[in-house]
């Protein structure tokens, strides 16, 4: 239910969306050669003091269609209030600036300035949603907000005005936020509901028009009732446990009442329907195993509506663990072979960090296997090509001797040309890599699959329709007619 409200900032940094282009590329498959790049790493110099050790060099990362990628980091100034930053690049070997520090005044609220990041995301206009942790408010219940780039959005204590909650309710908190092509704004946010008898409430909101008279769009909280009988009693919170894209679309897990056994349910919100997609107790992508525990994997869901989750089954637990791709298809399963191309290895764990999408398909992974060689036995997978491997990926002259595996382990792109990675190099610098999977092969493919057919016309108007950017065929950052004939052209030319 959505509801206009006047916003309560005047002013807006545009720094992020100058620096970066407005146009996308079509949803198609991704060629070489890939590159590995390394970006943010230990002793660059930011604000006159150098990038710090360990994998604080590379805390959160995002990246978007075009390779304008973010990485929030530490640097080794001694005053532990100004140290961190998050850094702002263009690809491989573009301009990279100290786009945010800690310590950084605001101009709301009004004194108060940047005590800390929590949410990192881009999208393809450079513009960013944030979850910044404030000092210089009038107390701990004022000091943190959601900003559109460096612009206050909601404070902490702001009355709701969204009538799916009762009156009086307020915003005490955010978990995670995140931002599509349309400059909406999704936040896991908390808050206190009179209505309902918890003093903390949870609730998964959109915000459409942040820079301007915006609505919140609550697309379920705490009490609803998400399935027959059932009602939510919290949501999976963590950074990858919900996804975002255009047109309203997301994917996120919901902890229910009753039955502990079934109580993990991951929805798909299209727009303006939820969705079951999994159910814990219910029946898995491996014939006889039911999914297990659900409530923290992580998941990821393209701008189609296909989705990707790192799954759990009940059973055995040497190969309970397994990627899949919209419930049905296993891209990857503890136990199962590598790929051959690797050896005759099994894979061992899949980490716990992200999982992703492309909005051709393509599934994006971190794996590990059971090579008695452990100093190269993990990498990032797209679908079964193994894309960086640890210690055998040469960065710069120098080998890849270690990658995470945990939280914030890698963020790409939604076309999935871009993947940014945590790792360390043999001479022990740590740091953020960009990988460069190459241009798109073919944007005549719109669907992805490989072949420039009928049913990439019917993919291209559906875009279309839905004023989906994917559809901005000819670059001007409008969707117009004009955009269904630069489809076509390039459809009767096929690819090379």
């Not at 309203?248 to 969705?275: E, K, M, N, P, V």
């Not at 099994?346 to 008695?372: L, R």
């Not at 108007?461 to 117009?480: C, E, H, K, R, V």
Request: proline share 4%.
């Amino acid at each position: 239910m959505s509801v206009t409200r006047r916003h309560t900032s005047a002013t807006l940094t545009t720094r992020l969306a100058a620096m970066a282009g407005l146009a996308l590329a079509a949803s198609a498959a991704i060629a070489g050669p890939i590159t590995v790049t390394p970006i943010v790493i230990e002793g660059d110099l930011y604000n006159g003091f150098p990038i710090s050790s360990g994998f604080s060099a590379s805390e959160n990362h995002a990246v978007n269609n075009l390779g304008v990628w973010l990485v929030e980091t530490d640097t080794t100034n001694s005053d532990t209030t100004i140290d961190g930053l998050v850094v702002r690049g263009e690809g491989a070997a573009g301009p990279r600036t100290a786009l945010l520090t800690e310590g950084q005044p605001l101009v709301f609220p009004a004194g108060a300035s940047i005590d800390a990041f929590d949410a990192i995301t881009i999208n393809a206009a450079g513009n960013g949603a944030f979850n910044f942790f404030l000092s210089g408010t009038a107390g701990t219940a004022f000091d943190s907000g959601v900003f559109f780039n460096d612009m206050l959005v909601i404070q902490e204590s702001d009355l709701s005005a969204s009538p799916a909650f009762s009156a009086g309710t307020r915003y005490i908190g955010w978990f995670e936020t995140y931002i599509n092509d349309q400059d909406q704004i999704l936040m896991i946010a908390s808050v206190d509901d009179p209505a309902i008898a918890s003093t903390v409430d949870r609730a998964i909101v959109i915000i459409d028009n942040p820079g301007g008279s915006f609505t919140e769009n609550v697309i379920a909280k705490e009490a609803d009732q998400l399935l027959p009988g059932r009602a939510a009693t919290d949501f999976s919170t963590g950074v990858h446990s919900t996804a975002f894209r255009n047109n309203s679309r997301a994917a996120f897990i919901a902890d229910l009442d009753g039955d502990t056994l079934t109580d993990g349910a991951i929805f798909h919100y299209d727009g303006s329907t939820l969705q079951l997609l999994a159910q814990e107790g219910s029946p898995s992508a491996v014939a006889g195993r039911n999914w297990g525990t659900l409530l923290s994997v992580p998941i990821d869901i393209n701008n189609s509506g296909d989705w990707v989750m790192r799954g759990d089954l009940d059973g055995a637990t040497t190969d309970d663990s397994l990627i899949v791709k919209n419930g049905t298809q296993v891209i990857a399963r503890e136990g199962d072979p590598v790929p051959a191309a690797i050896g005759a290895f099994n894979f061992t764990s899949f980490g716990t960090g992200a999982v992703a999408i492309a909005d051709n398909g393509d599934v994006i992974y971190f794996a590990a296997w059971n090579d008695p060689d452990t100093t190269r036995n993990q990498g990032i997978f797209v679908n079964d090509q193994l894309i960086v491997q640890k210690g055998v990926t040469i960065v710069g002259g120098q080998t890849l001797s270690a990658m995470s595996a945990v939280e914030a382990n890698f963020s790409a792109s939604p076309n999935g040309r871009y993947i940014v990675f945590e790792g360390v190099l043999t001479d022990t610098r740590d740091g953020a890599f960009l990988i460069d999977r190459g241009e798109a092969s073919c944007p005549a493919d719109f669907d992805g699959n490989g072949t420039v057919q009928v049913p990439d016309i019917f993919a291209f108007l559906s875009a279309w329709f839905a004023q989906d950017p994917s559809a901005d065929f000819d670059g001007n950052t409008l969707i117009q007619v004009p955009d269904i004939f630069a489809f076509l052209s390039a459809w009767f030319a096929g690819c090379p």
